[in-house]
């Protein structure tokens, strides 16, 4: 059972993995190119923000995954989520990537991403 669980979590830390090396590729592709061309593919940021020259572009990805119900083990009954061996209702998580582009004399420079759902 350990080994099953194993296999699992690292199937799920590579698929992390594969969708932040997806994301940066696609990220990556603006870097040296002109603003206008960013506005054009990813549409009006979210937030933009100037100071000293320099322009910052924050696009927001935001989504909700919902968590299964964990049913209880143990003795007591089945709907009794207090009872011995715990358990647990399901959850909605919201999960949030915002990728903030940063502009200097029209042509995008960098980004970074900051969230639980950037890779």
Same mark, same amino acid.
């Given at each position: 059972?350990? #080994?099953? =669980?194993?296999? #699992? =979590? &690292?199937?799920?830390?590579?698929? #992390? $993995?594969? /969708?932040?090396?997806?994301?940066?590729?696609? %990220?990556?592709?603006?870097?040296?190119?002109?603003?206008? /061309? %960013?506005?054009?593919?990813?549409?009006?940021?979210?937030?933009?923000? $100037? $100071?000293?020259? =320099?322009?910052?572009?924050?696009?927001?990805?935001?989504? =909700?995954?919902?968590?299964?119900?964990?049913?209880?083990?143990?003795?007591?009954?089945?709907? &009794?989520?207090?009872?011995?061996?715990?358990?647990?209702?399901?959850?909605?998580?919201? %999960?949030t990537c915002e990728a903030t582009f940063t502009v200097a004399n029209g042509v995008v420079k960098s980004y970074t %991403?900051?969230?639980?759902?950037?890779?």
């Open positions: 059972m350990r #080994c099953l =669980v194993a296999v #699992c =979590v &690292f199937a799920l830390l590579g698929a #992390c $993995t594969s /969708e932040l090396a997806q994301r940066q590729a696609f %990220l990556n592709k603006f870097v040296g190119h002109p603003e206008q /061309e %960013l506005v054009e593919k990813l549409g009006v940021p979210n937030r933009s923000y $100037t $100071t000293g020259g =320099v322009k910052y572009l924050a696009y927001d990805d935001r989504r =909700v995954a919902l968590i299964p119900p964990v049913p209880p083990y143990g003795p007591g009954p089945w709907w &009794f989520y207090g009872s011995y061996g715990g358990g647990a209702p399901p959850q909605a998580v919201e %999960l %991403l900051r969230g639980n759902a950037c890779g």
